[in-house]
């Protein structure tokens, strides 16, 4: 079954950077696009980003635009997202999400890791 | 980008009821709409997609429908596993956008 395993979340100071990653079992990674997905404390669903299966397209939310860069190892099996002058408004649980159903679409998630931007 | 109302925010029902949770565009989308279900500390649940197509495993008391700009999910019965969040998600453009969830909690 579709496994999505993030880790490297954790407590960092406002304009530091952090790289999350998200290994993939359970289907064949090279063949799908990926996202990744946050979360606020008591807050809603915000998407941030896409990379598709070859690793060129990618697309951003404007949020994160110019900060926050997805990355992918088809060798690796490994998403990564990488993270930099981060804010305080980045705490959130960050997902990474699989599009193997159809095209776009978020659908087998991961369990999330919590990123926390405070001094 | 394209903006999803959800409505309502939230409600309040009982073990056997039917509920429907109501989600709109703010442009056309054809049918690229997806239904999940998030529970507390638990990470999202992917339930319909195309609208109205369940994803493998998911109970047929879930059932959507719509197109264009206006979608619902409703649940026949409800029961206690099914108290939760749910949200939509267009996937006809990005940036995907999602609703903003409608809670489900128990009367």
């Known amino acids: 079954q579709v496994q999505l395993v993030e880790s490297g979340g954790g407590v960092v100071q406002p304009g530091r950077s952090l790289r999350l990653s998200c290994e993939a079992s359970g289907f064949t990674f090279s063949n799908y696009g990926m996202h990744w997905v946050r979360q606020a404390p008591g807050k809603g669903l915000e998407w941030l980003a896409v990379i598709w299966k070859d690793g060129n397209t990618k697309y951003y939310a404007d949020s994160v635009n110019g900060r926050f860069t997805i990355s992918r190892d088809n060798y690796k099996d490994t998403l990564y997202l990488q993270m930099n002058s981060l804010r305080a408004e980045d705490t959130a649980v960050y997902y990474c999400?699989?599009?193997?159903?159809?095209?776009?679409?978020?659908?087998?998630w991961g369990q999330g890791t919590l990123v926390t931007v405070s001094s | 980008d394209i903006q999803m109302t959800q409505s309502p925010s939230s409600l309040s029902a009982s073990v056997g009821d039917r509920v429907t949770i109501t989600c709109r565009a703010s442009q056309g989308i054809g049918n690229y709409l997806a239904w999940l279900q998030q529970k507390p500390g638990k990470a999202p649940k992917s339930l319909i997609y195309g609208a109205s197509t369940l994803q493998s495993g998911v109970p047929s008391k879930f059932s959507g429908s719509g197109s264009g700009t206006v979608f619902t999910l409703t649940i026949s019965s409800l029961q206690p596993e099914d108290f939760a969040t749910y949200y939509c998600?267009?996937?006809?453009?990005?940036?995907?956008?999602f609703g903003g969830g409608t809670k489900v909690e128990i009367k």
């Open positions: 998600q267009q996937y006809n453009s990005y940036p995907l956008t």
């Open positions: 999400a699989s599009s193997i159903i159809v095209a776009g679409m978020v659908d087998y």
